[in-house]
């Protein structure tokens, strides 16, 4: 059988979507697996051992990659992201097709009015739901996420010893799912100067790196924010005591590997079932507020100009309860 999947972005939807890739393809011994994403987003699936061909949308041309895939002719299409483009290629295609439950309107009722109406589970066990038909379990042995073979991020080049330092990632699509510096510093003021390497990738988390080495009681921070690759950066975590974030990809990819977790939720909330897919080693912090959660994505300001759900975070706690205490 020969299966196109699609989701278009971003890095930890695409990392989401590792359970299906690898169900579909045990449980369906004789399956040839593609899978349609972003072209900024192919290199994440590069090494993917079952995956066979990546198929990747350039600048949204939409109709060139409908009539490249019209040549592959598959027999069924997965879509895992599920909007008005992969209906236009569903259409094109004109086969066979699997889809999920986006829960929008249930998203929208806890968004403007936080009536929640969401159910309990992750949004990969809705993608399992959504194609049960074709006689796919989950395996329950959660994410992938495969480096380049026989890749490591060498730690020698800045003195880091395996396991004995945090990793905290700074960057984030919007604004209010990034961790701000005032309560990224008073964590660090209270880690007792353990190594924190900070991670991020473009001009935002650059800047927001410099600011927080300038702080003096930093002593002990290596910064390699816009210095990584994303394998790089997941090498990296993988080696780690920790991993510090926000609601970001990086949490994904992290997931898949045997390193603590700790999320500091801004605007969105783990109901939406976006949080990381592990039943260990993981700890949510959430500040509860009437206006949260205030988007199912994230807005590039505090609607509300204060930024609470992350100015708020229990630092004491969060401390408290870290997983290497």
């Known amino acids: 059988m020969k299966i196109l999947i699609i989701r278009f972005s971003s890095i930890g939807d695409i990392v989401l979507t590792s359970p299906i890739i690898r169900c579909i393809k045990n449980q369906i011994i004789e399956s040839e697996i593609h899978f349609l994403t972003k072209d900024s987003f192919a290199g994440l699936l590069a090494h993917h051992p079952y995956i066979q061909k990546i198929h990747s949308l350039k600048k949204n041309d939409l109709s060139a990659i409908i009539e490249s895939l019209k040549t592959e002719n598959f027999d069924c299409i997965i879509d895992l992201h599920k909007n008005i483009r992969t209906f236009k290629i569903k259409r094109a295609l004109h086969i066979k097709s699997y889809s999920f439950a986006k829960l929008n309107i249930q998203k929208w009722l806890f968004v403007n009015f936080k009536i929640d109406l969401l159910p309990e589970k992750h949004i990969i066990d809705r993608y399992f739901e959504g194609i049960q038909s ?129 999320t500091l939720w801004g605007n969105t909330h783990p109901k939406f079932g976006m949080y990381a897919y592990r039943n260990y080693g993981i700890k949510n912090y959430i500040v509860d507020l009437p206006c949260h959660p205030c988007s199912k994505l994230g807005n590039n300001a505090c609607p509300r100009q204060h930024f609470h759900c992350m100015k708020k975070q229990d630092i004491d706690k969060i401390i408290a309860e870290l997983p290497i205490n």
């Open 134 to 262: 074709l006689g796919i379990t989950n395996d329950q042995n959660g994410i992938d996420f495969y480096l380049p073979h026989n890749f490591t991020y060498d730690l020698k080049i800045h003195a880091l010893h395996k396991h004995n330092f945090y990793v905290v990632a700074l960057g984030a699509t919007y604004y209010t799912k990034q961790i701000p510096i005032d309560t990224l510093n008073a964590l660090f003021k209270q880690l007792n100067d353990a190594p924190i390497v900070l991670i991020g990738h473009g001009e935002v988390d650059y800047n927001k790196s410099i600011s927080i080495m300038e702080n003096p009681k930093n002593k002990t921070m290596i910064n390699l924010c816009n210095q990584l690759t994303i394998h790089e950066s997941a090498s990296l975590i993988q080696q780690s005591k920790l991993l510090l974030t926000g609601d970001t990809g990086m949490m994904h990819i992290a997931s898949s590997f045997d390193v603590p977790i700790v």
